[in-house]
């Protein structure tokens, strides 16, 4: 709408390259000579994160937008799946549903709590379950924070930057 343009391009290293265009004050925005170039610059502070949801579209568009940001991430389905993949992935961020058929998440973060891999992680909760015991059980499950879907994709995003 107002004649700037952004390109994001995988960089070397952890990071991700972005170009910025965008109109020169008072130029007309049909006049492509009239950009700023702005340089590019690497995406910082990239996480290893875990996704344990038995939702599996959930939890791809969760995955993608998070590897969009520049961070490695693995998917579980199930508690499981999970435990399998802590050693392989090492993950710094877990999100983890509650509300998982066999093992549901608070379990879940108990049992990831003992293991080296996971001790040090933070764990955020992203579930359905949002009311006053939902978010007691969480804390006391080892959970950081406590998102309740659907969640705001710049929310997860601002809260994993801020990490």
């Known amino acids: 709408m107002h004649g700037a343009s952004v390109a994001a391009h995988p960089g070397e290293g952890r990071g991700n390259e972005f170009l910025v265009r965008r109109p020169l004050p008072g130029a007309a925005r049909d006049n492509t000579d ?24 959930s939890a791809e568009v969760t995955s993608i937008l998070l590897s969009l940001e520049g961070h490695e991430v693995a998917i ?4 499981t799946e999970a435990l399998e993949k802590v050693p392989s992935v090492r ?4 999100l983890l549903d509650i509300g998982m058929p066999n093992m549901d998440g608070y379990e879940l973060a108990r049992r990831m709590r003992e293991m080296p891999e996971t001790r040090h992680a933070v764990f955020i909760a992203v579930t359905g379950y949002g009311q006053p015991a939902d978010l007691l059980n969480s804390e006391k ?6 998102l309740v879907k659907p969640i705001e994709p ?5 809260l994993i930057g801020a990490l």
């Not at 579980?76 to 508690?79: D, K, P």
């Not at 993950?91 to 877990?94: G, K």
């Open 76 to 79: 579980a389905h199930c508690g």
């Open 141 to 146: 499950a080892g959970f950081r924070h406590h």
């Open 154 to 158: 710049a929310e997860l995003i601002a």
């Open 34 to 57: 009239a950009t700023e170039q702005i340089s590019p610059t690497t995406v910082k502070n990239t996480r290893r994160i875990l996704i344990v949801d038995d939702n599996e579209d």
């Open 91 to 94: 993950p710094d961020v877990l």
